[in-house]
């Protein structure tokens, strides 16, 4: 069985456009600590927060979010 990541290319594509992460919050109508916890991994975002901060980039979702199937990491417990 396989599993799935989220990856996001969220600061380069800020960095592309020459925001900071508070310029790209208040393009989106979000928080800049919202920003910083997608860009890091440690938040995903809902459907409306992805499609918010697109907008504000002016990309695709898919621009910014890809899935990647991860094979599942078996792990073996000594007997």
Do not use: C, Y
Request: aromatic share 2%; net charge positive; charged share 25%.
């Amino acid at each position: 069985m396989s599993s799935h990541e989220l990856r996001n290319t969220l600061k380069v594509q800020r960095a592309m456009r020459d925001l900071t992460q508070a310029d790209l919050a208040a393009k989106a109508g979000i928080t800049r600590k919202s920003v910083n916890a997608i860009e890091t991994g440690r938040m995903v975002p809902s459907v409306l927060l992805a499609l918010k901060l697109a907008r504000a980039l002016d990309v695709s979702v898919e621009t910014i979010f890809t899935l990647h199937d991860q094979a599942e990491v078996q792990t073996v417990t000594p007997s």
